[in-house]
């Protein structure tokens, strides 16, 4: 029987596709790990007790002769158990954790100033739980008897309520941690931010009379925030920073790229930090009210 070309060529490519899977399972077999050059395969162990194990000797070494004298087994030392501490998990002894690092809020809040009461807070609440918080609960906890976790847990809170009173609405809310500066006379005249970089205080003010004060943060030398006469062009409520890509919640700006806003950074760690030149406000639900109080094209102040 004659083949016609079509024919011819259509064996030609079932050939071709054979070659072609014969090839990749020789590609595919390649992928598993291979002995390292110049060493051969270990033979398969046999079954049985005398069945090498991970800590065998590598294969390749040399087997002892057959007229040396073999060693005496030695017996099997069995493992020890694991002990029951390791195994059983155990549930917290101080309960459930109910406040810790980085929450935030009225509880918070309450936190503080009760921790305050006794001695172990020694500046006003923010509502944040920060560096301070955590070093406070940690003291109260280490004076209590209990685990110095930093967190506040069950056991921790019913003690700490036990030996405090609800807090006043001033020790939630205080002024300012800071005697407020005597105002400059730029202030006394219409709704003004009024701060002072050498009490560190801002004074929401409105012909003036001092509404709301609040403790304030400033830019390092190398930042520093400029004093002048401004006036708000811009508030952004949920502002991130396009240089620095930090948050900047309610901001309020003034000069350029530096604005009034809260900074959880000054929350936690206090003075112990310094802005890129903006105003920081550690208190939130100050400056939450403030934010929400100021217009645009209130004058802001900034005076030593």
């Not at 069995?78 to 109910?98: E, M, N, Y």
């Not at 801002?202 to 403790?215: A, E, F, N, R, T």
């Not at 806003?261 to 406000?281: I, L, M």
């Not at 100050?286 to 094209?297: E, N, P, Q, S, Y």
Request: proline fraction near 7%.
């Amino acid at each position: 029987m004659i083949r016609t070309g079509r024919t011819g060529r259509g064996y030609a490519l079932r050939g071709a596709a054979v070659v072609a899977v014969v090839a990749m399972a020789g590609v595919t077999a390649g992928c598993k790990e291979q002995p390292a050059a110049g060493a051969s395969a270990a033979p398969s162990a046999p079954a049985g007790n005398g069945s090498p194990t991970d800590d065998a000797k590598p294969a390749g070494s040399a087997s002892p002769s057959a007229s040396a004298k073999p060693k005496p087994q030695q017996p099997v030392k069995a493992s020890p158990k694991p002990s029951a501490t390791r195994t059983t998990p155990t549930a917290d002894p101080q309960g459930t954790v109910l406040m810790a690092s980085g929450s935030e809020g009225k509880r918070v809040r309450e936190l503080q100033a009760r921790l305050r009461q006794i001695g172990h807070f020694g500046r006003t609440p923010t509502g944040y739980y920060g560096t301070v918080t955590v070093a406070a609960v940690q003291s109260f906890q280490g004076k209590r008897g209990l685990a110095r976790t930093g967190k506040t847990d069950s056991l921790t809170w019913q003690k700490l309520l036990g030996m405090t009173r609800e807090p006043t609405a001033d020790e939630l809310n205080p002024p300012t941690t800071r005697p407020v500066a005597k105002p400059d006379k730029r202030c006394l005249t219409g709704r003004v931010l009024c701060i002072s970089k050498n009490s560190r205080t801002l004074s929401w003010m409105i012909d003036g009379k001092v509404v709301s004060s609040m403790d304030v943060r400033f830019g390092s030398q190398y930042t520093p925030t400029r004093e002048g006469t401004f006036s708000v062009y811009w508030k952004s409520r949920h502002h991130v920073s396009s240089i620095y890509h930090t948050a900047m919640p309610y901001a309020m700006f003034f000069s350029g790229g530096q604005a009034v806003h809260y900074s959880s950074d000054f929350a936690a760690r206090g003075y112990n930090g310094a802005s890129h030149g903006c105003v920081n406000v550690r208190d939130e639900g100050k400056i939450a009210a403030l934010f929400a109080a100021v217009r645009t094209g209130d004058k802001v102040v900034v005076y030593k």
